[in-house]
């Protein structure tokens, strides 16, 4: 096979269309695959928070330098982005919990992050529909929200202006270890390299990844303008996401610039199936109530699920893969595919053209695993 492309890209999530973006912006000869809709599988089924987190050195690195690009791209994004910069409040419900404040802003505030701790009456006056009693919070105010669907569209967009081209309702089967991909009607497209960002897909085209599917819960509410004003987050939610093997709901709720809400979240691990869990769904929306317990006076119009690709150590999966240098991944985001999309790209590009990157890329290497790589061709 003579090679068109420099580079082919499966999966058109908001990964995929970041990588896309960055490979066509540095010259890149990009093809796009996608067999649905742009946007349409685990994009569709993000909350669009952009946020920094702490778990790790490496996953704040990289949380902290997408935050970084998310907000020198603001003034390029279009209004149907939705880009606001609301900001995250985590909410404390007790001393514990405000043990947990404290700690984050140790570990913010020295690598540049502006925070602020607040007291029980401080979190009441910025969020006065919250319950009463809460022990206090920690605002960080860089923090944004997106709506993630239209975020992808326009790095598409951003891709074909630089070159790009993307085809649709296209199944890719097999990732060719000499370079390129079969198509389920048989056919093979060449290429130097094949990103497969996928999502929670990955292994289907990557036998071995330790990649899992975790399933999530949406519901936007009526619109109820000025009901909440930042992102917020119960500090229980980092409980929640680091339970890698029990069914778990956390309170999380977003303002959309519509006016409306969307309230998360649940975890749940090998649910291969779409459909809502109502007694997952009524554990979230009370969690939601305990917390905001105005909710119920609002009427929600849209339930919806989706799937996350969810690592062992929590963090994606960027670079070549062990069996072939020519077959690269970009998946594993689980719950951060939306803030990290745009680093991922940047990343994944810097590697590909032996560019120095802003951060260490080590912990992000698929070598990491024991297991890895894709179907020989």
């Known amino acids: 096979m003579s090679s068109s492309y420099d580079i082919i890209i499966v999966g058109a999530g908001i990964v995929g269309a970041a990588c896309a973006m960055e490979c066509a912006r540095s010259g890149l000869r990009t093809l796009v695959l996608e067999r649905g809709h742009i946007g349409g599988g685990t994009t ?55 043990a947990e404040v404290y700690r984050k802003q140790g570990f913010y505030e020295p690598r540049g992050v502006h925070v602020e701790v607040l007291d029980a009456e401080a979190v009441a006056r910025v969020e006065p529909n919250l319950r009463a009693g809460l022990a206090g919070g920690l605002r960080v105010r860089d923090d944004a929200v997106v709506y993630p669907p239209c975020a992808a569209r326009f ?26 991909v079969e198509l ?42 000025g009901f909440v004003h930042h992102q917020i987050v119960e500090l229980g939610y980092l409980k929640s996401a680091h339970s890698m093997g029990q069914d778990s709901v956390a309170f999380n709720i977003q303002p959309r610039l519509t006016g409306q809400m969307l309230i998360g979240s649940s975890r749940q691990f090998d649910a291969e199936d779409g459909g809502v869990d109502h007694a997952i769904l009524d554990r979230m929306l009370r969690r939601a109530f305990e917390y905001l317990p105005g909710l119920k006076d609002l009427s929600a119009i849209r339930t919806w699920t989706g799937h996350r690709a969810a690592t062992p150590d929590k963090l994606p999966v960027i670079g070549p893969t062990v069996v072939s240098d020519r077959i690269w991944l970009a998946t594993g985001h689980e719950g951060l595919g939306i803030t990290t999309s745009l680093g991922t790209g940047r990343l994944l590009a810097d590697l590909l053209l032996g560019r120095p990157t802003a951060i260490p890329s080590d912990p992000f290497l698929p070598a990491r695993f024991e297991k890895g790589g894709a179907s020989h061709g």
């Open 155 to 180: 790095f598409l967009e951003q891709a074909m202006q630089y070159g790009a081209e993307l085809r649709q309702a296209v199944t890719v089967k097999r990732l060719l270890s000499n370079g390129g």
């Open 44 to 98: 569709a089924a993000g909350m669009g928070h952009v946020v920094v987190m702490d778990d790790s050195e490496a996953q704040f690195a990289l949380t902290n330098y997408s935050r970084g690009l998310w907000l020198a791209l603001r003034p390029q994004l279009p209004a149907d982005v939705e880009f606001d910069l609301c900001g995250t409040l985590w909410v404390a419900a007790d001393h514990e919990e405000m």
């Open 184 to 225: 389920a009607d048989g056919s093979r497209l060449a290429a130097d390299r094949i990103v497969n960002a996928t999502g929670p897909w990955s292994p289907e085209l990557t036998p071995g990844l330790p990649v899992r599917k975790r399933k999530g819960h949406l519901v936007i509410t009526d619109r109820a303008p």
